[in-house]
């Protein structure tokens, strides 16, 4: 992405979301957040790079530490994205009506 260490610890990764992603992002995050420290989550989304120009593709996958959670980030093509969110998709289990 661009950004050295220091320019983001201790900064939201909310801040980097592609706008699309905000709703799917934050879904996940109140899921896991009301679970327990064996939850565990994945999204795939779009990353701002530093220089502003464009976003990168991320599959994180999450668990709670703490009153956050933990987010192991993998850069992907945008094939592996759109595979992966038609895969999540369809292992999610069906929501409220």
Do not use: M
Not at 45 to 59: E, N, S
């Amino acid at each position: 992405l661009g950004y050295g260490r220091a320019e983001l610890l201790g900064r939201s990764w909310y801040r980097l979301l592609h706008p699309e992603d905000l709703g799917h992002v934050a879904r996940q995050h109140l899921r896991l957040a009301g679970a327990g420290p064996e939850a565990r989550g994945e999204v795939v989304t779009r990353l701002q790079r530093k220089d502003g120009l464009g976003w990168t593709w991320v599959y994180a996958r999450l668990r709670p530490e703490g009153p956050a959670l933990l987010a192991h980030n993998f850069v992907i093509s945008e094939a592996e994205a759109w595979c992966l969110r038609q895969q999540l998709a369809a292992e999610a289990p069906p929501g409220p009506p």
